[in-house]
């Protein structure tokens, strides 16, 4: 009876997703539909797809029981830091001027943005290179946490668990596309927002309540990080320091991974803009600040895993084992819904941007329709096929944690991307040099810690605190490489921003600010 409850709640959850993909088809008859949902997504659509693509499974089972073991209560600043930089600044700051630049210069991917603002392809083509590349192990990381669950909840072996979901996530984002995406993202969205608050009272009802869950965990010691008594409880936890280079790494990196900022890309209008930024922020705060909290409890299994032995990742997966049948059936649809959203987002970034900025440009120009969309729909099936590889070679081996995959991917693509792209939406000065600069650092420093993590300060062996370190640092090069190389042509910037200043008429209800009206 308990098994039959758990697999009825995950066929009624897998039927709907492949549903919504079945029926997106009509959408996905264009690359640009198929890509970007011919750039008519409404605002709580964009909003959920935003807040789902940044919060899986690596968040709820990798991140949050690593850093919530490390930092305590504290770990929650990371949720709220995601919440305020990673999602209110991210819309207030890139939303607009993204949505008006990419439209203009008709870009569909990161790579082809970087292309057409700098007016140079090699740019375009590198940046291809490194969103496929490391995309793959931001996949591996999903089908890690979300298999360790399924395999604790049906006793199912890792690897049928990996090729589940991945047979499950190919249908639906090959047949609809982003629209597919989107839907399916609300409806996880949805699944995600109501069951982190449940999971989130079950588990602390498990150790006896609030107030008595913060007093045991006050009275944890552990000698190898401080004698300070009630560490874990803290305001700012026994490490700030790391703390916050974390805080960085998962708030400042969205600001150019490009799965994120495509959702800018694919918005209807400027109203839907200001209401899906109120939207992903209160999402976030309950998605992300509740996923942290409850990691920061994880020292209350002290008795119960061996993080030594077993790795962070198995910490919230023990904290749901004396759930009930149906509580456990709903973590395990909530971390899928995260996961599998996530994923999808990965894999039509990725497949899209790996067709649109490298093989189709380096064939033809003028390639048709079908064919591009034929290509994406093939690489969207070998791009999760080689994540989920590399997913179970991870868990055969343990070479890394989930965290560390994770942050791998985030420091080299943000670090290569987060000036270039910033400074391209608001500067006319930024130039070519300076985006490849940025590449190379990124890439370089992430890829040297590692194969080479010994050799680095000890500061920044830590892939999280590279991450962030390379994050800042593309902020920094960016402008000053820019001040002393050749700047980009006059001309082509200029028609380049003249998006910003081209007069459009719209309604009073369509229009931002003051309507010139005075009501009494």
Known sequence: ??????????????????????????????????????????????????????????????????????????????????????????????????????????????????????????????AALIVFVFLIPYAAS???????????????????????????????????????????????????????????????????????????????VDTSVTDTPGIFTSFFGPDPFNLTAVVILTSLGTWSLPQMTQKFYAIKNEAAIVKGTVISTLFAVVVAGGCYFLGGFGRLLTGEVDVAAQGYDVIIPTMFRHFSPVLLGLVVVLVLAASMSTLSSLVLTASSTLTLDLIEKKKCANINETRQLRTIRLLIVLFIVLSAVIAIVQYKYNFAFIAQLMGLSWGAMAGAFLGPYLYGLYSKRTTVAAVWVSYILGVGLMLLNMFFQASFPAWLQSPINCGAFVMLLSLVVTPLVSAVTPQVSQEHVERVFACYGQTVTVTVTDSIGESGVEIP
Not at 46 to 74: E, H, M, R
Not at 145 to 163: E, K, N, P, T, V
Request: overall charge positive; proline content about 0%.
């Open 142 to 220: 999903l089908y890690n946490g979300l298999s360790r669950l399924f395999a604790m909840a049906f006793s199912i072996d890792y690897s049928l668990c990996i090729l589940i979901m991945t047979l499950l996530t190919a249908i639906y984002v090959v047949a609809g596309g982003y629209m597919a995406t989107v839907i399916n993202d609300f409806i996880q969205g949805i699944i995600m927002l109501g069951g982190i608050v449940i999971i989130t009272i079950a588990a602390l009802k498990q150790f006896g309540g609030l107030s008595m869950a913060m007093d045991a965990l006050a009275r944890v």
């Open 1 to 126: 009876m308990d098994m039959a409850i758990k697999l009825i709640m995950l066929v009624v959850f897998f039927g709907l997703m492949i549903l919504i993909g079945l029926y997106c088809r009509r959408h996905a008859g264009s690359v640009d539909g198929f890509v970007l949902g011919g750039r008519s997504v409404g605002a709580w659509f964009t909003a959920f797809a935003y807040g789902t693509s940044y919060f899986s499974a690596v968040i709820l089972v990798g991140y949050s029981g690593q850093f919530g073991w490390k930092y305590g209560i504290s770990s929650t600043w990371i949720g709220l830091g995601n919440a305020i930089i990673g999602s209110y600044l991210a819309w207030t700051i890139l939303g607009r001027r993204t949505r008006v630049m990419t439209q203009h210069l008709q870009s569909k991917t990161m790579p082809d943005f970087f292309e057409k603002r700098y007016n140079n392809r090699n740019l375009g083509i590198g």
